[in-house]
């Protein structure tokens, strides 16, 4: 119940940085509310295609696909205030990113893939929404050159099936991988941390 | 048979509106070529990929590639006279759209998909391929930002999972979802019609 | 065995042309890392959700995955040293290219697609890396404007699924095709051959 409610609060947080940028874009109304829904449903689908659900699950939850329709219309005819919570949004979308590493991871683990499969699609079901956000939008995705993002959505989700590999069990494997990968993330954006970049890169 | 002409007669004209957008970004023939049958077969190849259709039936199909790809080559060569016929391939670009989705949603139902994503897969048939196109030649997908081009898409293939729950035959159901979809499309071209854009956008 | 080494050069050499593009676009290390590791394996995780081999090989595959890492962090640290090695890495791109349009043919007859089905789905094991990678990046993929790399790719797959229709064994097929794709695309290199653009495009 509580992971429920959980879950939707970071398909919202999703869904209202993915309409944000929409905004910033200026996109219409439609195309507001699809990329808000496409971030906050879109890494849930690549994953379910990967492993063999079809229809990808969201497709069918009026909830999850209806929070995140409200909140994108919030976020167009509300971005000046919502743009004022941006650190909280950061903050709210943390939380997502880390419940979305490790329920994937389960999900994979569930539909029989190995080890290092799960981990991997667990990652994907955390950063393949904003990767999607970002192509839509026609820019090279914010966690491909900024920010420490993806590192801890792929520790989160390590995390999760290696204690499940050592045999502890899915609520204490989810609490693990969840708060290493939103405490690693909060704790990069509160202290500035990122990957180096290549030094002296050719110009072509 | 007529719904098999029909289908040939908007997937040429996605085709040729794909192999034009490659024209003006100075593809080469291969470029122009592989826009154009992906602008065609894209959002079917997506469709059937979501609903487990495996290979997609549009890699199978001689009929469907060889028509987008002969539609791209004309293009290629005789772009100068097929960009004057611009009106008429808006007209049978929105036939095309309304016909596959609601040709579309008929395939999500019968693969079992529920209503609510049988409705999604048949929009996602329709606008897939122009979203692919536009991502292929790096631009934000028009539809995002202009016309009214999927909310007919998305209206004419939920009327026909509406008419199919309510025990309408496949063939009203048809009827009723492509004339909806395409001739509010054509409404809105006629008209101007656009959603509103969010105002006062953060430049960021 | 000698085939599984090939294999590996190939996918080291998608990789290497990869992670090249990301440093050039700054991208920081994990950036470069996925943007590497998604040339090498992106072709084959495409070809298996065509195909419906789930979760895709690629994703559980150590030695793939190990070896395009590796590749892509060299790249990210001795760059200087790389990029002067770019006619080398043109060479077994080439031979990767070859490899993975008959192996991935090879694969799609065997999952039981239909000879046009399987050919266009070995092609897109081999131009699918670069695809995704271009558009990670944000560019227009290369081969749809310039170079000749599409074309021996495709050939090289017909040229397998046509010889395994017609009864030859799946060694011969194999060397066939990839000898064909991968010395056609080396002569294109080597006398500047590339299609033709259309003429007087429209600006926009």
Request: charge should be neutral; include cysteine.
């Given at each position: 119940m509580l992971l429920k409610i959980l879950e939707l609060v970071g398909i919202v947080a999703f869904a209202m940085s993915g309409a944000l940028v929409g905004v910033v874009k200026r996109l219409d109304l439609f195309g507001v509310c699809l990329v808000g829904v496409f971030t906050a449903v879109g890494g849930g689908i690549v994953r379910d295609l990967l492993l063999d659900?079809?229809?990808?699950?969201s497709l069918s939850n009026w909830r999850y696909l209806g929070s995140a329709l409200a909140a994108s219309v919030l976020v167009f005819y509300l971005h000046t205030v919502v743009s004022k919570l941006n650190r909280e949004i950061l903050v709210l979308d943390a939380l997502g990113m880390g419940l979305f590493a490790t329920t994937g991871a389960t999900i994979a683990i569930e539909a029989g893939a190995q080890p290092l499969a799960a981990a991997l699609i667990g990652a994907t079901s955390a950063i393949g929404g904003g990767i999607l956000r970002d192509v839509l939008v026609n820019e090279v995705p914010l966690l491909l050159h900024r920010d420490l993002y993806a590192i801890p959505a792929l520790l989160g989700s390590a995390v999760l099936v290696a204690a499940r590999e050592l045999g502890f069990g899915q609520n204490i494997a989810l609490v693990l991988g969840t708060v290493l990968a939103t405490g690693l993330r909060l704790l990069a954006l509160w202290r500035g941390w990122s990957l180096p970049q290549a030094r002296v890169p050719r110009e072509d």
């Amino acid at each position: 119940m509580l992971l429920k409610i959980l879950e939707l609060v970071g398909i919202v947080a999703f869904a209202m940085s993915g309409a944000l940028v929409g905004v910033v874009k200026r996109l219409d109304l439609f195309g507001v509310c699809l990329v808000g829904v496409f971030t906050a449903v879109g890494g849930g689908i690549v994953r379910d295609l990967l492993l063999d659900i079809h229809p990808p699950s969201s497709l069918s939850n009026w909830r999850y696909l209806g929070s995140a329709l409200a909140a994108s219309v919030l976020v167009f005819y509300l971005h000046t205030v919502v743009s004022k919570l941006n650190r909280e949004i950061l903050v709210l979308d943390a939380l997502g990113m880390g419940l979305f590493a490790t329920t994937g991871a389960t999900i994979a683990i569930e539909a029989g893939a190995q080890p290092l499969a799960a981990a991997l699609i667990g990652a994907t079901s955390a950063i393949g929404g904003g990767i999607l956000r970002d192509v839509l939008v026609n820019e090279v995705p914010l966690l491909l050159h900024r920010d420490l993002y993806a590192i801890p959505a792929l520790l989160g989700s390590a995390v999760l099936v290696a204690a499940r590999e050592l045999g502890f069990g899915q609520n204490i494997a989810l609490v693990l991988g969840t708060v290493l990968a939103t405490g690693l993330r909060l704790l990069a954006l509160w202290r500035g941390w990122s990957l180096p970049q290549a030094r002296v890169p050719r110009e072509d």
